[in-house]
Structures are given as C-alpha cells and as structure tokens.
C-alpha cells in the first residue's frame, strides 16, 4: 500500500483528501491540532453545521468503509511534532493498526492558516500567521531532507501568490532574457496579503529545499474552492467537510450560496470586477491525486496553476442570483464598500493547463452545481447566524 501523509487532514480539503485516498486503497494517515476549528471559537465565526472531531470521523469512515485513517493530533509548527512522524517515535492518537505506517511515500501540506482577513486582522492574527505557516513549512522541508528526501511533496500554495499582474500568468516559472542572456526565474510575486505572503514564502522555502538538496515537489498554486458534497462524503453525512460562510474562513462562493439561502445580499465589494480562478472540491481533490499519480522527480519543483474556469465577482453574484431565484430564493445583491486594498478592474489571463495535461477532468460551476448546494445548504437554514456573515476586516 502507498503512504499518504496529510498534514492539515482535519481541513475543508484535509478530511475530504483523506478519504479519496483512503477509498483508493492507499495507507493515509492525518495529522491535525484543531488550529481551524479553534480559530473559529475564538473569532465566533460559526460553521454550518457541527463537525465530529478528527476521531470520531475516522472511527467512523472505519465503520461505513472498513478503511482505516490513522490519526495524530500534533502541533507541527513545533519541529519534534513534525520530526516524530517520520523517526519512529509516532503514536497515533487513533488507529485500528497501531504499528508505525513507515515513511510517506505521499506528503500532502495543506497545514496552514489559510486565510486572509484573520492574517490582516490585527499584529496579533498576523504574527500568528507568519509563524504558524513558516514554521510548519520549514519544520516539513527539514524533516523530509534528514529522514525521507525520496517523499514526494505536495504542497497548497495559492493563485494570490501572483496577484494581478498585468501580463498573463505562468505556471510558476518564467523565461526572463536580460541584457542579451536568457534564464528561468519563479514567476514574480505579489500578494495582496500577509497570509499570501507566507504562501510565497514557502514557495521559496520550497524552491531552496529543491536546489539544495533534491527535494521533490509540487506546489499547487490553487484558486478559492467551492462545494460541499464529494463523493465519499455522500456516504454519511457526519463525513461532510467543515464549511464556513463567514467572511473570515468562508471562501466567495460558499458564502454567496449561504448568503442567498437566508436573504441577506450577496456582498460584493467595490465594482466586483475582481477577476480570480476558481474549482469545485472535487477537483481540489482529483488535482492533487492526480499530482501524487505522476510525481515530480527528485531535484524538481513542479508548479501547477490548480483552477479549472476564472470569473469576475460580478459574474459569481449575478449566476448565483438567477440560480437562487430559480429556486425561489430571495436573492439580492449588494455593492459594499470595498474593505481591502485590490484593484476592482484589471487583466487577468492565467495559464492552467498542466493538471489536465496530467487526466484531470474538470467540474464547472454549472447551475446544476450551484443548485445542488444551495439544495444542502438549505437542510442547514436554520443554524445559519447572520451577524456572522461581514464584519470588514479592512486592509
Ligand atoms: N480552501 C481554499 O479555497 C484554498 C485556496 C487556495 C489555497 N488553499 C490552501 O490549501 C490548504 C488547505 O486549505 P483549507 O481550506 O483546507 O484550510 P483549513 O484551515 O480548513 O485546513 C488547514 C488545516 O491545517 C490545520 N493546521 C494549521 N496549522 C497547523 C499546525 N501548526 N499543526 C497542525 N495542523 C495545523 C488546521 O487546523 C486545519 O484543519 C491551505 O494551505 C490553504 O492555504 C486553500
């Protein structure tokens, strides 16, 4: 059996990653310390619905599947949490097999503070962003440098990591010719917050780790998900993935979904030019199976631009409206103010054709897609609290 090593398995995309594997026949462990779940106690950011803990979903995925997910609960921004998965001195929190799974042939990072208004919160939100993200990253390069360098590193960076150049986006690399030379440099950077810039750190972090000592990894530059439902979590849903519609932790469509389920306007901010590329969760899922399918090789950092379609703000807005309509929502929309520092109109032309140049088949936000949300999230009306949904995190 294949090791697959999650860290960050307790996520919006760990749990749901975990399973994909797990149903595929690969040997997964996750590794998780509630940074999420416990940031939304603190900030009072409510979550659709109750998520069992980390646990309890793996006894249960055990109990409807017969496979197993080992579980640590660890904090791998301290590097002896991250070093014990791999030297032996492991002990997982919950297994059927309690013997160590040997070293990750897979790691999969998606073990950070993913988002960011909390990173522009206040210093404090931001300092614990910068630690939190570095630290993990470079605790993970150090680990697998000393004890696996054969592990092949899937690692989530992020589309924000561009910014909005106005030139057409690569796939993390570009050919620079200067003074009458030529050569291959990273894709310039420029994120719009502290959060994405932790995310270009890493990327460093990453390419340095590759130079120096031919590390193999992919670093998915991934576009905001949307969607609940994956395959696996159609079993039971107690296995559905954390789902936040708050400002904070909700990711646009998502929110927008939730938004119009309760009547409160969809909040676009400033002219809603703002153009991104996004995908479903199946996709985040496939992307990064399809990624551990056709590894990078050794002495390799392979960039993926992982999106499957753009759109404007506007244009999520006005379809999620004619599909919430249709369904006879009360769906509103409304121009805010823009609380962040964005430019609201500019070009926006990314390539993003590796991922499927290696059999992913993407899902597009159809209106079928968008109405089968709007379908769960209405089982949940009732637990949705509005004063949560904008607080204007400004930056
Ligand atoms: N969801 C998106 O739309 C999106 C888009 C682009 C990039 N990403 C990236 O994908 C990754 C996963 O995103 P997500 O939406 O699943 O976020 P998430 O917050 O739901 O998942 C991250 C998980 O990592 C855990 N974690 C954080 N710090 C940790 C630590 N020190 N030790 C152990 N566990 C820790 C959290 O508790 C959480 O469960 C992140 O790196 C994020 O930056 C996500």
């Known amino acids: 059996m294949i090791n697959v090593l999650i860290l960050g398995g307790d996520g919006y995309l760990g749990w749901p990653t ?11 462990t996750v590794v998780d310390n509630y940074f999420r779940r416990n940031a939304c106690t603190e900030l009072d950011t409510a979550m659709l619905y109750a998520i069992p ?43 059927i097999n309690e013997k160590y799974s040997g070293l990750p042939e897979i790691l999969i990072h998606y073990a950070e503070q993913p988002s960011a208004p909390y990173s522009l919160m206040d210093y404090k939100h931001a300092d614990v962003t910068l630690i939190n993200n570095l630290r993990v990253t470079n605790n993970l390069l150090w680990a697998v440098k000393d004890y696996s360098p054969d592990t092949h590193v899937i690692k989530l960076g992020t589309m924000g990591e561009y910014g909005t150049p106005n030139i057409d986006i690569e796939e993390g690399w570009l050919d620079i010719e200067h003074k009458g030379r030529k050569d291959t440099f990273l894709y310039p950077r420029q994120a719009s917050s ?14 340095f780790g590759v130079r120096m000592w031919d590390l193999k990894v992919t670093d998915l530059m991934q576009g905001p998900v949307y969607g609940i ?40 901010y400033g002219g809603g030019g703002q ?10 899922l496939q992307c990064v199976h399809k990624s551990a399918e056709s590894p990078a090789k050794s002495g390799e950092l392979r960039i993926f631009n992982q999106i499957m379609e753009t759109f404007s703000v506007n244009e999520l807005a006005d379809t999620i409206q004619r599909v919430g309509l249709n369904r006879g929502f009360d769906v509103k929309v409304s121009h805010i103010e823009n609380p962040r520092k964005e430019l609201e109109e500019h070009y926006y032309n990314p390539v993003y054709q590796g991922l499927i140049d290696i059999g992913v088949e993407p899902h597009y936000l159809t209106d079928d897609v968008i109405s089968d949300m709007f379908s769960i999230v209405e089982q949940y009306q009732d637990n949705i609290r509005t004063d949560v949904i904008f607080r204007g995190v400004k930056w």
């Open 18 to 28: 975990a399973m994909y594997f797990s149903s595929r026949g690969y040997e997964v």
């Open 275 to 284: 153009t991104r590329g996004y995908l479903n969760i199946k996709d985040a």
């Open 53 to 95: 803990t980390l646990i309890e979903r793996a006894k249960l995925w055990y109990e409807l599947t017969g496979f197993e997910i080992k579980v640590v609960i660890a904090d791998l921004s301290e590097s002896e949490s991250m070093r014990r998965l791999f030297d032996g001195r492991l002990k997982y929190q919950w297994a």
């Open 194 to 207: 502290l959060y994405h810039t932790t995310k270009i750190m890493d990327t460093d972090l990453m390419w």
């Open 229 to 268: 439902e994956t395959d696996e979590s159609q079993i039971d849903h107690r296995l559905r993935t954390i789902f936040n519609y708050d400002e904070v932790f909700g990711t646009i469509v998502n929110r927008f979904i939730v938004q119009g389920c309760v009547g409160y306007p969809l909040t676009v």
